[in-house]
């Protein structure tokens, strides 16, 4: 007699369990890439250095992935037909992550240089554009409804990114403007995760509606901790420079939120952001302190925590299957406590 394991596994687990899963099947889709963007793509992901061998180094959390396999445990399918959706996902993560680091100016991502800084910037793009087109063929063995849960996933990514360096140029930013950017650019593709493991398997109804919208929420809420993190998070675990967010300009989440009050910290904090001549490493230290002085940082806590339970309610609706809910439940807790 088989015993079946009912027993929850640990975050570590489940990610080490997920990515068994899905990286075999996405290394194998790698390798159909013209040899030109294969080079950059694998350094990108860790897998060698930028001779196109050896040096391998720990890669990403890959949590996107391990959303699309769990959701589609939580609604009573095979997490083995979900491995396409997953490889599709973490390939769209990372075409939005080489943009983005040409776009952002960023010269390291994960302790070592990034893409663009080793093969240029133009074929750092290319190979970013080259992942993109994959992931919809890879994803093409799930049929047309995926296909266009995951397009308008990218076109709202697109426009919250768009958003994110329209943004920089303002002098100013509501509230709610930075968090519909905030809901494109990060929690379309935690929801598309979740959505596309539930039709991988053949869920319909409120396991769609109900994961869709957990995930949504969980992207909003790691959006706030990144942002978080992009400012007071130590750069020897986030493998990003210091205030980096802050030396860019950017609009972050708790940045809106503290320029938003009409207070002396706020009022100091705009000045900087208008000056043109690069932070120096006091005034970043600076501009850091009147972000929380003016309640940017607590208000982005806070957002994380009420996130995270609307979040949780969302899945709990869908009375999913136990084991897979209780994992989900833990990565949700695990990315909205991350240090990097």
Known sequence: MTTVDTRARTVPEVLAWSRGRWEPAMRAAVDRMPESMRRIAGYHFGWWDGSG???????????????????????????????????????????????????????????????????GTSPAILAGDALLALAFDVLAVDGPASARVLSTAVLELLHGQSEDLAF??????????????????????LAAACTLGVLAVGGRGEHVSGLGAFGQALGLAFQHVDDLLGIWGDPEVTGKPVCSDLQNRKKSLPVVAALAEDTAASHELAALYRQEAPLSATQLRRAAALVESAGGRSWSSSEVSRLLAAALSALSATAPVARPAAELTSLAHHITRRDH
Do not use: I
């Open 168 to 189: 920089e140029r303002r002098r100013s930013v509501d509230r709610a403007s930075c968090v519909r950017m905030a809901e494109g650019k990060t929690g379309a593709l």
């Open 53 to 119: 061998s050896g040096g391998a180094v720990p890669s990403g959390k890959a949590l996107r992935p391990a959303l699309v396999l769990l959701s589609a445990e939580a609604a009573g399918g095979d997490p083995a037909d979900a491995v396409a959706a997953a490889v599709a996902v973490e390939l769209v993560h990372n075409f939005s992550l080489l943009h983005d680091d040409v776009m952002d100016g960023d010269e390291t991502r994960r302790h070592r240089a990034t893409a663009w800084t080793v093969f």
